[in-house]
């Protein structure tokens, strides 16, 4: 009988030898995986710290939002698993950053994952990213759902948008088709709005975004607009009145007045977003040489035809040749818009809440024209010499 009592405690012992240890174990690797997740957290602040520094001065405070978490980090072996080894099957972009893939997370979620190509001005632009990630809640900017920083690899984790980029309906003329009138108005009035957000500081910063163009308008299933690609905006109040000397945008879309003296505004976006509206009512993409007169800036071309259209009530000259249907009164309103925002003056251009308001409907766009009214003789004479200003831009316009 004590022989069995002996073998028992001993068993139990065993047991409970065991138990300790599994549970020992446990705690350690939950340890361990707290200790992973704060050491990757780190490193992003650390990397966003270094790279935002070498791009230029920032408000003390403003190197990155401290509610980067470890749901935001995201494992290398992850993001290689959701694109199936970052097959060229899923590629969905490519660009002078990087490339971009089609994938879905382990959760189910579907998403465009960004891989940064190696270079000072990747890792600039992906700081950038980061840094404005909370600051970017809108329903019609794109969602920044965290990044992956593992070794040399930089990527970037965003909601994916099904139907591309604006640009790539505009330049295929099939997939022009789905852009009927009415998708087109709720695009502009989309982007807008987004814009307005940034410019309004809604969100507890006033940003300007730099670059806004079809290709960085992204559609979604129901084909609503998503603003894109914040690697080159600027933030600080510090930023907006530094001048540089090296001019950042795209040709075609650029403020001839930022390229020329180097400062940041807001009206620069709006100029940006006017072009955008061109683009829309034309079916032309502004980089689009072959659609447009010999040695003729799309703005300049544009607004001669908005003008005559406006006076003779007719904008068949104008118009996208593919859109079968459109309504008069918001092409009007929306033409107007276009040539008020790229006014050759930046002062004279109007404020993204002041658009908005008129693609709501809620007011006439000739009530934000101004004193000089839609038309002036300066602006006609400026307009003039307009090309000659765009064909001397470039992505990167070094000032003289």
Sequence with gaps: MSILKILLAVSISGWAIALITIVGLCVLFYVH????????????????????????PVAQGEVIDPDIEAHNIFGFDELLQATNGFSRDRLIGEGGFGLVYQAVLEDGREVAIKRLREGSRQIEQFATEMKLKNHLAHNSIVRNFGCCIEGRERCIVYSLAHEGSLESHIKDLPRKKELNWKRRYEIALGVASAIQFLHTGESGHVIIHRDIKSSNILLDHQFKPKLADFGIAKMSEEEFTHLTTEAKGTIGYMDPS????????????????????????????????????????????????????????????????????????????????????????????????????????????????????????????????????????SSQVQLA
């Design 258 to 393: 930022y390229s020329q003296t180097g400062k940041l505004t807001m009206e620069s976006d709006v100029f940006s977003f006017g072009v955008v509206l061109l683009e829309l009512i034309t079916g032309i993409n502004p980089t689009d040489n072959k659609s447009l007169p010999v040695g003729v800036a799309m703005v300049h071309w544009a607004t001669q035809l908005i003008k005559q259209g406006l006076e003779d009530e007719n904008f068949k000259d104008l118009v996208d040749k593919r859109l079968e249907q459109y309504d008069v009164q918001q092409l009007r309103e929306m033409t107007t818009c276009a040539a008020l925002c790229v006014r050759k003056n930046p002062t004279d251009r109007p404020k993204m809440s002041e658009i908005v308001q008129v693609l709501e409907g809620n007011i006439p766009a000739r009530e934000i024209a101004g004193a000089s009214g839609i038309w002036s003789e300066e602006e006609d004479n400026a307009r003039e010499l307009w090309s000659m200003a765009f064909e001397g831009q």
């Design 33 to 56: 995986f707290r200790l992973r997740k704060k050491h990757h957290v780190g490193d992003v602040a650390t990397t966003i710290t270094t790279a935002t520094t070498v791009a230029g």
